[in-house]
């Protein structure tokens, strides 16, 4: 008996595969548990309309996937934290604080497709955005204390500074 699965089952096939069963099998468990259908003439036809529809519309979320991920390319995160003198932070940098960064910065990304390991400490860092199973984006993540804003503009004047005596 052939019988067109609707959902994966371990050990006979994935989901919309055409399989033969016994007989028994089908119509005393796939069929009334609804994991699968008869596989009539008419029910391949739909079958292949499904997948070809299905094809279309899983290659658009792709396409707007890459999109999203272009957008994000480029773009680096430096977050202040609240850090001990051993230069270890009160508190960590997860996935929500990145999310909450990125919305600051204009990019509308759910925090739940984000992946990454709680930062505790200061430094550099990687986060991995997964837009789409095959698309997915590394972002680097920055991690400073809140109090060392105050130093990298004298830093940059310093540098500043430097070149112009440099050029005399």
Excluded: C, W
Excluded at 28 to 57: C, D, M, R
Excluded at 151 to 158: F, G, L, R, V
């Amino acid at each position: 008996m052939e019988i067109i699965l609707k959902e994966d089952i371990i050990g006979l096939g994935y989901k919309n595969d055409i399989v033969n069963v016994k007989s028994g099998y089908g119509r005393n468990y796939l069929i009334p548990q609804g994991k699968g259908v008869i596989a009539s003439e008419s029910a391949k036809k739909v079958l292949a309309e499904n997948l070809k529809q299905q094809a279309h519309k899983l290659a658009a979320i792709k396409a707007e996937a890459e999109k999203k991920a272009e957008a994000l390319n480029g773009v680096e995160l430096v977050i202040e934290s609240k850090v001990s003198a051993t230069g270890v932070t009160y508190g960590s940098v997860n996935a929500n604080v990145v999310a909450d960064e990125l919305q600051k910065k204009g990019f509308e990304i759910d925090r739940k497709i984000i992946t990454m390991h709680d930062i505790k400490t200061v430094g550099e860092f990687e986060a991995t955005i997964h837009f789409h199973k095959e698309v997915e984006v590394k972002l680097p993540i920055k991690v400073v204390a809140e109090n060392a804003k105050v130093e990298a503009p004298a830093e940059e004047a310093t540098k500043a500074e430097e070149t112009e005596a440099t050029a005399e």
